[in-house]
Nanobody, 121 residues
Framework: QVQLVESGGGLVQAGGTLRLSCAAS????????MGWFRQAPGKEREFVAAITSTGSTTYYADSVKGRFTISGVNAKNTVYLQMNNLKPEDTAVYYC??????????????WGQGTQVTVSS
């Protein structure tokens, strides 16, 4: 089994920054991908960003390109999401996810509990 624990959410003003972290544990990892998704009230969950465990490949939603950066440290099984120039429309519960293999856009198998990000205008 795999456990994912997110941290780093909070309340920030528009234009501000936040950094989310997600630590994976529970079994031995080798080839895998980790991603961030978000769900705003009344909306479906949407993809934000993903990265392979090697850190060599990343993928972003158009809405966050140029503002968010995903990074990861393979030895620590931890992924980060640096969020800059935050906008009120970024307000959502952010979820960390993990899948085995490097297909960043395929369905993810394991999910964290989510962390709230609120951006005030």
């Amino acid at each position: 089994q795999v456990q994912l624990v997110e941290s780093g959410g909070g309340l920030v003003q528009a234009g501000g920054t936040l950094r989310l972290s997600c630590a994976a544990s529970g079994r031995t990892f080798s080839r895998y991908a980790m991603g961030w998704f978000r769900q705003a009230p009344g909306k479906e969950r949407e993809f934000v960003a993903a990265i392979t465990s090697t850190g060599s490949t990343t993928y972003y939603a158009d809405s966050v390109k140029g503002r968010f950066t995903i990074s990861g440290v393979n030895a620590k099984n931890t992924v980060y999401l640096q969020m800059n120039n935050l906008k009120p429309e970024d307000t959502a519960v952010y979820y960390c996810a993990l899948r085995f293999g490097y297909a960043l856009r395929d369905p993810y198998d394991y999910w964290g509990q989510g962390t709230q990000v609120t951006v005030s205008s």
